[in-house]
């Protein structure tokens, strides 16, 4: 971060100015230092929905929302997607460099070896209903880990909070799994530890004790990939919520939890599940004018779901390699072309043309796409938002981690604009009417 200039604020009422410091990163926009605002003016700034407020100095990952750019540590998603692999890009984004072989081997060694929960864990499960919602028991049993993994809790002790990332990583997808497992009557499976992590994961998911599960290379690259593009996604919701909730000191396990509870709403992680039952109940080709109508339509509230984004200005980039991986999925399973991708591929041509999209800059966003892929790969709609929380753990822990460690960080505490009563009487209860 770097001093680049002032700019000045002139109060129109009383005539008195301010200069504040213009402060500059490696790229994107500048931003206006306005730590002293309140001290010096007296007055707040007035954001809600944080459109113009940068919350924290980061360095893990970029965005320029109008050019359609995503970068992790300065290397782009869509080179990563197709050279990497997810147990890389953790290490690119938990450490700030890709691994050699060796560093490579150790970390994904040291992950395979965190994948196990306590067996107390499993009893915990049967407390759930069975028809509770997978992010639903995800989000209980990760806040629960720090009353099972005491001896990562010190979030001052470096080799603590390493601990607890790994064992967040490696046990999500047997957290998320064990969740599915549940909600069909299915034994839980244990990891096995020969696989890979996207391997490990279908295998817990799809696989019964009874069977040995044959995995398929293609659905396991698909998913690896789908763990790629989800895993940071610098500060959105969730991320300011791991963030926030982390700002107080509270444990890396209770503030993941967090996460995935901001996660799991249909304006976020939710929408691809969203979108999935939009295309359904849309149904066919000749319903896609009508239902636009509704969109544009502003006392109807509908909304086109996997359309749109708070930084995104242009083609989300994770949309564009997972609209490629979709068609190579389907191509691959042989399922020659699903109904309700070719109706998604309609609608997004439709809707790349409409004056009403084009004018408020609404592209397809990543989940546009992926719940069409997840159906292809068989995963059940309830698990969705789960998968995308399994990859975005790697995300939520790096931001976590580059929180404690800055040294400029501070307890988030928001202000607000009050417009609520002012200071009056108690009325005593006979006397109110
Ligand atoms: N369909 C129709 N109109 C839309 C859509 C959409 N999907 N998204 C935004 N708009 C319109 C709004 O009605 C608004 O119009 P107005 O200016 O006439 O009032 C304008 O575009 C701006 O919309 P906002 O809601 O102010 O934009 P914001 O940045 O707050 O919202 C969001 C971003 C929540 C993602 C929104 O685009 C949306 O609801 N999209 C559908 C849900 C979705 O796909 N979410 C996934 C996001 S990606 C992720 O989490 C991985």
């Given at each position: 971060m770097s001093n680049t200039g002032t700019v000045t604020l002139t109060d129109d009422?009383?005539?008195?100015?301010?200069?504040?410091?213009?402060?500059?990163?490696?790229?994107?926009?500048?931003?206006?230092?306005?730590?002293?605002?309140?001290?010096?003016?007296?007055?707040?700034?007035?954001?809600?929905?944080?459109?113009?407020?940068?919350?924290?100095?980061?360095?893990?990952?970029?965005?320029?929302?109008?050019?359609?750019?995503?970068?992790?540590?300065?290397?782009?998603?869509?080179?990563?997607?197709?050279?990497?692999?997810?147990?890389?890009?953790?290490?690119?984004?938990?450490?700030?460099?890709?691994?050699?072989?060796q560093q490579k081997a150790k970390f994904t060694r040291d992950i395979t070896m965190h994948t196990m929960l306590h067996e107390q864990i499993a009893t915990f499960y049967r407390g759930f209903r069975r028809d509770a919602h997978p992010m639903a028991v995800c989000c209980g049993v990760v806040g629960a880990l720090s009353a099972f993994y005491h001896d990562s809790l010190d979030i001052n002790d470096p080799h603590q909070r390493m601990v607890a990332s790994y064992r967040l990583i490696a046990k999500m997808p047997t957290i998320g799994a064990m969740a599915y497992k549940y909600s069909v009557g299915q034994p839980f499976m244990y990891p096995d530890n020969k696989l890979s992590y996207a391997g490990n994961f279908l295998r817990m998911m799809f696989g019964v004790p009874a069977e040995e599960y044959v995995m398929n290379p293609v659905v396991e690259k698909a998913m690896d990939r789908i763990f790629m593009l989800h895993a940071d996604h610098e500060q959105n919701a969730s991320t300011s919520t791991v963030r926030l909730a982390g700002s107080s000191g509270a444990n890396p396990f209770a503030c993941i939890a967090a996460g995935i509870a901001s996660l799991w709403g249909p304006s976020h992680g939710g929408a691809n599940e969203a979108v999935l039952k939009m295309l359904?109940?849309?149904?066919?080709?000749?319903?896609?004018?009508?239902?636009?109508?509704?969109?544009?339509?502003?006392?109807?509230?509908?909304?086109?779901?996997?359309?749109?984004?708070?930084?995104?200005?242009?083609?989300?980039?994770?949309?564009?390699?997972?609209?490629?991986?979709?068609?190579?999925?389907?191509?691959?399973?042989?399922?020659?072309?699903?109904?309700?991708?070719?109706?998604?591929?309609?609608?997004?041509?439709?809707?790349?043309?409409?004056?009403?999209?084009?004018?408020?800059?609404?592209?397809?966003?990543?989940?546009?796409?992926?719940?069409?892929?997840?159906r292809a790969l068989g995963i059940p709609?309830?698990?969705?938002?789960?998968?995308?929380?399994?990859?975005?753990?790697?995300?939520?822990?790096?931001?976590?981690?580059?929180?404690?460690?800055?040294?400029?960080?501070?307890?988030?505490?928001?202000?607000?604009?009050?417009?609520?009563?002012?200071?009056?009487?108690?009325?005593?209860?006979?006397?109110?009417?």
């Open positions: 009422a009383t005539g008195k100015s301010w200069k504040f410091p213009v402060l500059g990163g490696s790229i994107g926009p500048n931003v206006i230092d306005v730590r002293k605002l309140y001290g010096d003016t007296g007055y707040f700034t007035y954001d809600p929905g944080f459109t113009s407020t940068g919350s924290c100095e980061s360095k893990i990952t970029y965005i320029d929302g109008d050019k359609g750019v995503l970068l992790h540590r300065g290397y782009n998603i869509a080179e990563l997607a197709e050279k990497s692999d997810f147990m890389e890009l953790s290490y690119l984004l938990l450490n700030g460099e890709l691994p050699n072989a359904q109940e849309i149904g066919g080709k000749d319903k896609i004018g009508p239902f636009l109508a509704r969109v544009k339509d502003k006392a109807d509230h509908t909304r086109l779901m996997g359309f749109g984004h708070r930084v995104y200005k242009n083609y989300d980039p994770r949309a564009t390699v997972m609209r490629k991986s979709c068609h190579e999925v389907l191509a691959t399973l042989g399922i020659g072309s699903d109904p309700l991708l070719e109706l998604a591929m309609e609608m997004e041509e439709f809707a790349l043309k409409d004056d009403y999209f084009i004018s408020k800059k609404l592209y397809p966003n990543v989940d546009f796409y992926s719940g069409i892929i997840f709609v309830s698990m969705f938002t789960v998968i995308f929380a399994i990859a975005r753990t790697v995300g939520w822990i790096s931001q976590w981690t580059e929180m404690i460690e800055d040294p400029q960080s501070k307890i988030g505490r928001p202000r607000q604009l009050y417009s609520g009563q002012t200071e009056r009487p108690y009325t005593p209860l006979h006397a109110r009417k």
